[in-house]
C-alpha cells in the first residue's frame, strides 16, 4: 500500500511517452498511487494494451510531441475532460547511437525535436492551463545523467537532455510563485524492455561495469522518487535534478 504522504488520489497525471520503457511504468506506479492517469504516446494501440493493465482510472490520447497540432489537440481534449491536470511527467524521448561524425542534420533536429523541444511544448501548455486556472502542480522532467555528464556516441541525446536540465532550473524559478514546481529525475542506465538485449551484448556489459554499483538500475527503483516528487510530499521542492544511477555521475575521471 502506497504510504499516505505519496497518496495520489483525486490527482490527474498526464504521461507522454506512455507506451513503453520508463513511460509506461511510471503510468503504473502513479495509477497504483491513486491517480487518474492521461495516456500519451505516438503508439495507441500500445497504450489500449497498457490501460487493461492499469487497475485504476484511466485515459488514452494519441500525442506527437513534435507537432503543435498534437499537442494543441490534446491539451483542448484534457481541458474539456478534467478542467486541467496536475501531475506532468514529459518523458517521452528518442536516441541516436551515431557517432558526431556519422551524424546528419535531419537526425540532429529529430532528437532534439523530440526530446527538448517537445518537451517544452508539452509543459508550456500544462502550466499555460494551470496558470489560467489559478491552480497548482508539478512538472517531472526526465532527465538524464547524460544532461549532466558526457557519454560516447550519444552527442544529440547528451544535448536535449542538458538543455531540459536548464529548462527545468528555469521554469522552476519563473513559476514558484505561482505554486507549480518544476523537476527533474535524471537516470542512470536502467534495464527496460527497450534496452534488454543491448545489455546483454559485450558493449553492454561494459556500460555496467562502469557502474560503481556494478549493476543497471531498476524500473522500480525510481518509483520513490516518481512519488516524491508527484506528491505534496516535495511540496517545498523545486528546481531540482536528481540522479537515480548508481553512483555513476560520482565515478572519478
Known amino acids: ?17 506512455a507506451s513503453s520503457g520508463l513511460g509506461r511504468h511510471f503510468s503504473k506506479t502513479l495509477s497504483e498511487a491513486g491517480a487518474t492517469i492521461i495516456l500519451s504516446a505516438r503508439r495507441v494501440d500500445n497504450l489500449m494494451e497498457l490501460q487493461n ?4 482510472n484511466s485515459h488514452v490520447f494519441s500525442l506527437d510531441v513534435t507537432s503543435n497540432e498534437s499537442v494543441e489537440n ?12 496536475d501531475i506532468l511527467i514529459n518523458n ?16 540532429w533536429n529529430f532528437v532534439l525535436e523530440t526530446n527538448l523541444n517537445g518537451a517544452f511544448r508539452v509543459a508550456k501548455s500544462f502550466t499555460d492551463l494551470l496558470l489560467a486556472q489559478k491552480k497548482p502542480g508539478s512538472v517531472i522532467n ?36 505561482s505554486g507549480i514546481r518544476v523537476n527533474a529525475i535524471a ?3 536502467i534495464l527496460t524492455e527497450i534496452n534488454d538485449d543491448f545489455f546483454k551484448t559485450e558493449e553492454g556489459q561494459s556500460y555496467i561495469k562502469s557502474i560503481p554499483m556494478n549493476r543497471l538500475g531498476l524500473e522500480s527503483e525510481l518509483d520513490g522518487l516518481l512519488l516524491l516528487l508527484a506528491s505534496d510530499a516535495s511540496s517545498f521542492m523545486t528546481g531540482s535534478i536528481i540522479p537515480v544511477d548508481g553512483g555513476h555521475l560520482v565515478n572519478p575521471l
Not at 517521452?92 to 537526425?107: H, I, M, P, Q, Y
Open 53 to 56: 493493465e492499469l487497475k485504476g
Open 142 to 177: 526526465i532527465a538524464s545523467i547524460l544532461g549532466l555528464r558526457v557519454g560516447l556516441n550519444l552527442t544529440s541525446y547528451a544535448a536535449a537532455k542538458a538543455g531540459l536540465v536548464q529548462l527545468t532550473k528555469s521554469m522552476a524559478l519563473e513559476l514558484a510563485r
Open 92 to 107: 517521452a524521448g528518442v536516441n541516436d547511437t551515431r557517432k558526431f561524425k556519422d551524424l546528419d542534420e535531419e537526425s
Open 1 to 17: 500500500m502506497t504510504p499516505k504522504i505519496f497518496d495520489l488520489t483525486g490527482k490527474v497525471a498526464l504521461i507522454t511517452g
Open 74 to 85: 490534446l491539451f483542448k481534449e484534457i481541458k474539456k475532460e478534467f478542467g486541467s491536470a
Open 187 to 189: 537516470p542512470g542506465y
